[in-house]
């Protein structure tokens, strides 16, 4: 089905389809497509293109083996702003905040690496127990 009704919205930066209701009544996807009685209206945005391909990349092999790392990063940004604050900013400042965020994850570093550590003691003892 086509449209010739469209207008850009300079807000929202997009375009605007507008199909009647006599084009929806007459489609035969209309079940699938629309429950509004007067017809449809689509907005595709200039990023449209830049959103389709980032989908269609998504589904690749290459995306599945990237996020594998991406992960373990977001939980350890999750870790800083949920347990160590790192949502605000504590002292005004770019160099002062800047400190924040790197005296914020050297802890969370130095804690990662104690964790490791006793957890490899604790198995070296359990071994000449043993």
Same mark, same amino acid.
């Given at each position: ?8 919205? !300079?807000?929202? $930066?997009?375009?605007?389809? *507008?199909? /009647?209701? +006599?084009?929806?009544? @007459? ?34 092999? !290459?995306?599945? $083996?990237?996020?594998?790392? *991406?992960? /373990?990063? +977001?939980?350890?940004? @999750? ?52």
């Amino acid at each position: 089905m086509t449209t010739d009704k469209r207008t850009y919205h !300079e807000n929202s $930066q997009a375009w605007i389809y *507008r199909f /009647p209701k +006599e084009a929806c009544q @007459a489609c035969e996807l209309r079940e699938t497509c629309t429950k509004n009685k007067n017809g449809r209206t689509i907005s595709v945005n200039k990023y449209y293109q830049v959103q389709m391909d980032a989908l269609a990349y998504s589904k690749t092999e !290459e995306y599945k $083996q990237e996020i594998k790392k *991406r992960c /373990p990063i +977001e939980g350890t940004g @999750a870790e800083l702003v949920y347990h160590h604050g790192l949502r605000r900013a504590r002292y005004w400042g770019t160099l002062k905040v800047e400190f924040q965020a790197v005296f914020t994850a050297l802890a969370v570093n130095i804690k990662r690496w104690a964790r490791i550590r006793l957890a490899s003691l604790k198995t070296a003892k359990i071994r000449h127990a043993v």
